[in-house]
């Protein structure tokens, strides 16, 4: 693939984010329905009408595509290993954004390529070509994104399920002494705290789950986290993908403490 048709990609896939982005803005503070999906989980008519915004500028752009949506699911052609195949998730952040917390993400990945997150209230939108990560504010230029841990502000996520339970749980890293010597917890629930971490906002995240490369709602922070020169890595030390989980750090101390602090108090794997 040539420059030429990745920067192509790296359009497509902020396009999509910001289209998503504009609806997410355009629905806040109404009375929308919500769809269940069990266990406490739900969608809204904005998480459905941002991923048909975003499919109208994939299927515009890229009609010979894949698409998997977290609402619509896996759409135009198979995913066969030729096939490329974009990854969405039109509102994450959901729980956040239905009782008016504005803390929330869009995101467009393909897969194994560019990919851009939308923060639709903060007019940022971040972005990758799969080897160099930038950040763009409306109204300003492009700005390369630099992680730092000089925050020391690490966002966990706490949603359930918790499937790597009862070897690890999130929590329980909260409480073991040697994080507070270190670091200060955050949680947004939201994967916009990703491209955080890539921007030097956060000094690193950690999740529970499995294998996270594919999914809709890690693929594009992980695209992030890994050009801007992150350390990402499963929470059992593998490469995401192998292993379980997320810590995507700022740097390799950030990670190299938080992984002790894992190894330290828990059984993983």
């Not at 292993?243 to 190894?263: C, K, P, W, Y």
Request: with cysteine; charged share 20%; net charge negative.
């Amino acid at each position: 693939m040539t420059p030429t048709d990745v920067d192509a990609d790296v359009a497509v896939a902020i396009a999509g984010a910001r289209a998503g982005a504009e609806v997410v803005r355009s629905l806040y503070g109404r009375r929308l329905t919500r769809i269940d999906k069990g266990a406490g989980d739900f969608a809204t008519t904005a998480d459905v009408e941002a991923e048909k915004a975003i499919l109208d500028v994939l299927r515009a752009a890229r009609p010979g595509d894949a698409v998997l949506g977290e609402e619509g699911g896996q759409q135009g052609a198979g995913p066969a290993e030729a096939v490329r195949q974009w990854l969405v998730d039109p509102l994450c952040g959901t729980l956040n954004y239905a009782v008016g917390n504005l803390l929330v993400a869009v995101n467009v990945a393909l897969r194994d390529g560019a990919a851009a997150v939308a923060d639709p209230f903060g007019g940022e939108v971040y972005f990758t070509d799969g080897e160099t990560a930038h950040v763009r504010q409306d109204g300003a230029g492009d700005a390369l994104l630099a992680p730092t841990s000089a925050t020391r502000l690490v966002d966990v996520n706490l949603d359930p399920p918790f499937p790597s339970a009862p070897g690890f749980r999130a929590v329980e890293l909260l409480a073991r002494p040697g994080f507070a010597e270190h670091f200060r917890p955050r949680v947004v629930s939201t994967t916009l705290a990703l491209a955080w971490v890539a921007a030097g906002k956060r000094a690193a995240y950690v999740t529970d789950g499995g294998d996270l490369s594919g999914s809709v709602h890690f693929a594009a922070g992980i695209a992030l986290c890994r050009a801007a020169g992150c350390v990402v890595t499963g929470v059992d030390g593998a490469r995401v993908g192998e292993g379980h989980g997320l810590v995507a750090a700022a740097d390799e101390e950030t990670h190299g403490l938080l992984m002790s602090l894992i190894r330290g108090g828990f059984r993983v794997g």
